[in-house]
């Protein structure tokens, strides 16, 4: 029986292998504006100018930084953004998630300043020479704030453009990331039933072994299987598309993640009990000994 368990778990690390997340080559987009220019040089003093990007159907994207470029005439100062006095309104990061938008700032950013405060990672270049442009370039790192910026389809990066900036020679936000890897229509529900097998196996072991701490995992384990093949057969008969039911998957991940978390927890505070009795019991017949002597 003790073989039986260590096949299934090998079993159970080459399907989460085989389906685990791998990655395309990198997103690298300009946020653009309706025409498709990416340059945020524009007048959104009296409408405010929306550059977006966000990835096309059947892919998600993991976005870990921007870049932002400001290149303008001399007179560059950090109360000013650009070379242009400080902004009246200011500038808008945020994200168009699911419908619900997510402001990056409290407040917009309104001066080359600002972009230091907010994301740090600042530079300031001169060229000198014939090039009398200068240029701040500013790296904001999302990931450096704990956690990546995620987008689905139907979802948006935003910079919001609510001043007249369009004395500066060029304005650019370029996001950098990476693509999840769709899984195809056929392959994710196969992968999705070895993996419901394989949990409803573990749990089969474990019911087969004694102790009663062992048969109630075993049937908790079992029945996370069956419950997980309940919901996604329903879901894949209604016709959900893949990315749906990589979403569910994803949930489920996490729940398993946490009851076998506790499972764990719970396997060393028995055992621990378990050798905390042996002791005192040995313990005890150390002591029934001593007086029968």
Same mark, same amino acid.
């Given at each position: 029986?003790?073989?039986?368990?260590?096949?299934?778990?090998?079993?159970?690390?080459?399907?989460?292998?085989?389906?685990?997340?791998?990655?395309?080559?990198?997103?690298?987009?300009?946020?653009?504006?309706?025409?498709?220019?990416?340059?945020?040089?524009?007048?959104?003093?009296?409408?405010? %100018?929306?550059?977006?990007?966000?990835?096309? +159907?059947? +892919?998600?994207?993991?976005?870990?930084?921007?870049?932002?470029?400001?290149?303008?005439?001399?007179?560059?100062?950090?109360?000013?953004?650009?070379?242009?006095?400080?902004?009246?309104?200011?500038?808008?990061?945020?994200?168009?998630?699911?419908?619900?938008?997510?402001?990056?700032?409290?407040?917009?950013?309104?001066?080359?300043?600002?972009?230091?405060?907010?994301?740090?990672?600042?530079?300031?270049?001169?060229?000198?020479?014939?090039?009398?442009?200068?240029?701040?370039?500013?790296?904001?790192?999302?990931?450096?704030?704990? !956690?990546?910026?995620?987008?689905?389809?139907?979802?948006?990066?935003?910079?919001?453009? %609510?001043?007249?900036?369009?004395?500066?020679?060029?304005?650019?936000?370029?996001?950098?990331?990476?693509?999840?890897?769709?899984?195809?229509?056929?392959?994710?529900?196969?992968?999705?039933?070895?993996?419901?097998?394989?949990?409803?196996?573990? *749990? !089969?072991?474990?019911?087969?072994?004694?102790?009663?701490?062992?048969?109630?995992? *075993?049937?908790?384990?079992?029945?996370? *299987?069956?419950?997980?093949?309940? %919901?996604?057969?329903?879901?894949?008969?209604?016709? !959900?598309?893949?990315? +749906?039911?990589?979403?569910?998957?994803?949930?489920?991940?996490?729940?398993?993640?946490?009851?076998?978390?506790?499972?764990? !927890?719970?396997?060393?505070?028995w055992l621990m009990a378990v050798t905390f009795r042996t002791l005192i019991g040995g313990s005890k017949?150390?002591?029934?000994?001593?007086?029968? %002597?």
């Amino acid at each position: 029986m003790k073989n039986i368990s260590k096949l299934l778990l090998i079993f159970l690390v080459l399907v989460s292998t085989a389906l685990a997340v791998n990655t395309n080559p990198q997103v690298l987009e300009f946020v653009v504006n309706n025409s498709g220019s990416v340059n945020a040089n524009v007048d959104g003093s009296v409408t405010p %100018q929306i550059f977006q990007v966000g990835p096309p +159907e059947n +892919e998600t994207w993991i976005i870990s930084r921007m870049m932002i470029h400001i290149e303008d005439t001399g007179g560059t100062a950090t109360n000013k953004y650009g070379s242009v006095n400080q902004l009246a309104n200011g500038t808008i990061i945020r994200t168009n998630i699911s419908g619900v938008i997510y402001n990056f700032t409290d407040e917009p950013v309104d001066s080359n300043a600002d972009w230091g405060e907010y994301n740090y990672d600042v530079t300031y270049l001169n060229f000198g020479g014939g090039n009398a442009n200068e240029v701040i370039n500013s790296r904001w790192t999302f990931s450096n704030g704990g !956690a990546y910026v995620k987008l689905e389809y139907g979802d948006s990066f935003q910079v919001v453009i %609510q001043d007249d900036i369009s004395a500066l020679v060029e304005h650019t936000f370029l996001i950098h990331g990476y693509k999840l890897e769709e899984v195809d229509n056929m392959s994710l529900p196969v992968l999705i039933g070895l993996i419901l097998l394989g949990v409803i196996s573990v *749990g !089969a072991v474990l019911l087969t072994r004694k102790g009663l701490f062992a048969k109630v995992i *075993g049937t908790l384990t079992a029945l996370l *299987g069956i419950i997980m093949g309940i %919901q996604f057969s329903i879901l894949y008969y209604l016709g !959900a598309t893949s990315a +749906e039911l990589a979403n569910l998957l994803s949930s489920w991940y996490e729940i398993s993640t946490r009851f076998f978390i506790v499972a764990i !927890a719970i396997s060393v505070i028995w055992l621990m009990a378990v050798t905390f009795r042996t002791l005192i019991g040995g313990s005890k017949s150390n002591e029934e000994d001593d007086l029968h %002597q």
